[in-house]
């Protein structure tokens, strides 16, 4: 066999050591790779060319991962300093984000999400002394996913930045520095902002305050932002300067030196004295405090390491590993950290917004809550759903004021963070209405879907979870949705139900049954249905209910040979497509597939199926391609079992929109977009496990050139793990998080396969090689589905990655800077 660290120093030598390889799939790579400079080198090593190896990650009932090298993988390299603000790394706990780049020696932005109504940057903090660093001819920094910090080192210095866990504070902990140099730091806000600025004894404070009340819905309550600085060194000196602090000081004795920057939750009171307690608290915290929540973290989350010979796949993966790292670093907070698809918790240009900030666009946080599910990560999904619930009596007095006194709620597409259905920007004359019978035609003004969409979240949320609680907490928000469908819904002559005026989301405007309402109402009632029957209540809406689910109207079709005229509900053939609406020639506003929209988010219709040629023919004739960041088409394609499509969407997104060194897209504006990685996250989990319906399947659009060693998670708390290697399904095994029957289409379709206790191997469902195999799990018990014939052992390997050592490419893009 061929040493594995002589082989790693092969990789590193030919340069394939610049992606993350699992050990697993090292040796599968030998036969694929140009080795020629490498085998010059290592003339001795004739095993170059042996039979490749495949192994498995199951010991002793046990699916292995060494989350810390996997995670360590997708670092972010630089090879020179991040000098402008486009350049940023981001940080943050949940409710305090940073932005951090090497402008002016060192600057980071302190950033939050709940400085309503225009989220308000409680400052900047600027460190001129670690120039030296920054400057360096040998300036190197990784941002450090797995301990959750931004590590630099340079010119005999170093410098290490994180967001403490505990508190709302920013660490910057620096080493090398002259003891006898006269050091800086900066802590400032800009015109036209007008906070107090503060000091005392070693403490400065930015503070202000303002009140709610100048957008339409705005709530009149009282937010502000403050700011606090202060340093571990000593000789300490305060003093205020303008708009900003600043502190001079000396490194200690052995040339250390910490800056604590805290930003809390604030709406005016002592500003010094909760300044004081807050940096007091910081002093006292490890420095290894904030590692510890993030290590756990990642020993939670269901890791996937993707490898493919072109290394595209490596690249992808990079990205749903960074939107895991982003999603726990802005999503901890009451309300969702991200609104309008942007990652304000990481922004690096002051208080500048291209979208009106009070607001949360439904569509651009969707994305997000479906790759938390399938990553197990459901915790981040709380303040998504926070969001609806606790605005749930604000959008029920909407609905009656704004959609002629109907009952229900009809969810504002565009909601304030109060539930007012106002989109404030600033390039519109006056603020556009959602939901509202009483506006003119416009984008969302009658999108009437996003309750029915975030209700379907709910149910899905809990079908991963089975917490009834968690169910019972949120159900009102699914009756409520449902009601007013029931409430806004015409029945035709033949009894069937509709709806009109309404939009087919932002893409046609006051349409006669919109595809995304007849989907939604075609998902929505049976799920209320099975809630209420759970929660044994509201038998008079159920009732209701279950006599409309048979009046549904069918998603209207068109032919792509006159795409302005409805065909026949049941027409079908190779140019029959699924329209937007039931009036197809009505015209388009926006650039959304909205005939896709039954596939995802919706789940009508999957890789199989009786409208599963329906969805393929719609998704390949779709009319926008892969036209916006937050497009779906990735996620689409792997629902409909399309490896290819999935693939190609996924790498065509990625090259038209991510721009950023940290991974984060663009979209409109010099803002940060967290969207697009959320959908190569979302997409990559679907190719890989899907179980949207009850039913578990295995690599339904994984490309048979890729290979894979991951985790999904699925329905009812249970965990799936996959091995491919080179499109070949090596090993298939279920942790089950509860006794609920278990469905799993045929991994190998056509082949005997058997299920086995992972740590006995006792069979528990007998050779078969039926098209679903079905049994009963028993609980914390983990099980592999495997081949019947062909029972030889494997080695054992646990999945691992090489731990990141430069920028990575695709294209034109880049994660990381290189030199």
Not at 149 to 172: I, N
Request: aromatic content about 8%; overall charge negative; hydrophobic content about 40%.
């Amino acid at each position: 066999m061929l040493d594995m660290s002589m082989f790693r120093l092969i990789l590193k030598v030919s340069g394939y050591m610049r992606f993350p390889w699992s050990s697993a799939l090292l040796p599968r790579a030998v036969g694929h790779m140009v080795l020629a400079s490498s085998l010059a080198v290592l003339a001795a090593a004739p095993l170059i060319g042996q039979t490749k190896e495949t192994t498995t990650a199951w010991q002793d009932g046990r699916f292995h991962v060494d989350p810390k090298s996997v995670v360590g993988s997708s670092d972010i390299i630089l090879q020179r300093p991040n000098l402008l603000p486009r350049e940023l790394m981001p940080l943050g706990n949940g409710r305090l984000g940073a932005a951090v780049w090497a402008q002016d020696g060192y600057t980071v932005q302190l950033n939050r999400g709940d400085t309503f109504p225009h989220r308000l940057s409680p400052g900047q903090l600027v460190i001129p002394g670690l120039r030296r660093l920054t400057q360096a001819s040998d300036y190197s920094a990784r941002l450090d996913l797995y301990d959750g910090e931004f590590q630099e080192q340079g010119g005999g210095m170093s410098a290490v930045t994180y967001v403490a866990e505990k508190l709302d504070a920013l660490v910057v902990e620096v080493k090398g520095a002259d003891p006898k140099s006269l050091q800086t730091v900066e802590l400032k806000l800009w015109s036209p902002r007008k906070p107090q600025v503060l000091q005392k004894g070693n403490i400065g404070v930015l503070a202000e305050t303002w009140v709610d009340n100048e957008e339409a819905g705005a709530s009149g309550e009282t937010f502000g932002s403050l700011s606090a600085v202060t340093v571990d060194g000593t000789d300490l000196h305060v003093e205020q300067d303008g708009l900003a602090i600043k502190v001079s000081f000396h490194p200690r004795a052995d040339g250390s030196f910490r800056v604590l920057a805290g930003a809390p939750h604030w709406r005016g009171g002592d500003a010094l004295s909760t300044a004081s307690e807050l940096l007091a608290g910081v002093e006292k915290l490890s420095s290894s405090e904030h590692r510890a929540w993030w290590n756990q973290y990642w020993e939670r989350v269901g890791l996937i390491q993707v490898s493919s010979h072109d290394h595209t796949a490596e690249y992808l993966n990079n990205l749903r590993t960074i939107d895991l790292f982003t999603a726990a670093a802005e999503s901890r907070d009451r309300l969702p950290g991200a609104q309008a698809g942007i990652g304000d918790l990481f922004s690096s240009i002051r208080d500048e917004h291209q979208w009106g900030p009070s607001a949360y666009w439904h569509w651009n946080l969707r994305m997000q809550v479906s790759a938390n599910l399938g990553a197990g990560v459901l915790d981040l999904n709380d303040s998504y759903f926070n969001l609806y619930r606790e605005n749930l009596n604000a959008v029920l007095v909407w609905t009656k004021k704004h959609m002629g006194g109907r009952a229900g709620i009809c969810v504002p597409e565009t909601m304030r963070f109060n539930g007012q259905g106002f989109e404030n920007e600033t390039w519109i004359p006056a603020a556009a209405i959602n939901c509202g019978e009483d506006s003119k035609p416009y984008y969302n003004a009658r999108t009437i879907s996003t309750g029915a969409e975030v209700s379907l979240w709910i149910w899905q949320q809990f079908l991963f979870t089975d917490d009834l609680n968690f169910l019972r907490e949120n159900y009102p928000v699914m009756r409520e949705a449902a009601r007013f469908y029931l409430a806004y819904g015409t029945h035709s002559a033949d009894g069937s139900l509709h709806t009109f005026p309404s939009n087919a989301h932002e893409t046609k405007w006051d349409v006669h049954d919109p595809t995304t309402d007849v989907s939604a109402m075609q998902a929505l009632f049976p799920a209320v249905i099975e809630a209420a029957g759970l929660l044994k209540i509201d038998d008079a809406v159920v009732e209701q209910l279950k006599k409309d689910v048979p009046k549904l109207s069918p998603l209207a079709r068109i032919s792509l040979a006159s795409p302005n005229v409805l065909a026949a509900p049941d027409a079908d053939g190779k140019d029959i497509v699924i329209a937007a609406s039931g009036d197809p020639a009505a015209p388009s506003h926006n650039s959304e597939n909205i005939g896709l929209e039954p596939v995802w988010p919706y789940g009508l219709i999957g890789d199989e199926g009786p409208l599963h040629a329906l969805g393929v023919r719609t998704f390949l004739n779709r009319p926008q391609k892969n036209e916006a960041d937050w497009s779906a088409d990735p996620v689409q394609a792997a629902r409909l079992g399309l490896a290819e499509e999935f693939k190609s969407s996924a790498l065509a997104l990625t090259e038209r929109y991510q721009i950023y060194p940290s991974g984060l897209a663009t979209l409109v504006g010099p803002e940060f977009y967290v969207e697009q990685i959320g959908v190569v996250a979302d997409a990559i989990q679907t190719a890989l496990v899907q179980d949207y319906d009850g039913l578990i399947r295995i690599a339904p659009a994984w490309p048979k050139d890729w290979s894979a060693d991951g985790t999904v998670f699925v329905q009812h708390r249970n965990r799936v793990h996959v091995q491919i290697y080179d499109g070949e399904l090596v090993t298939v095994g279920i942790d089950a998080g509860s006794a609920s029957p278990l469905k799993v289409r045929n991994p190998w379709p056509g082949e005997s396969v058997e299920v086995v206790n992972a740590r006995t191997s006792a069979v528990v469902v007998p050779a078969s090689s039926a098209r679903v195999l079905q049994f009963s799990p028993q609980d914390s018990t983990s099980y592999l589905i495997r081949p019947a014939s062909g029972k030889s052992t494997l080695r054992f390997e646990p999945v691992s990655g090489a731990r990141a050592v430069a920028p990575k490419s695709l294209g034109s893009r880049t994660i990381g800077i290189a030199r």
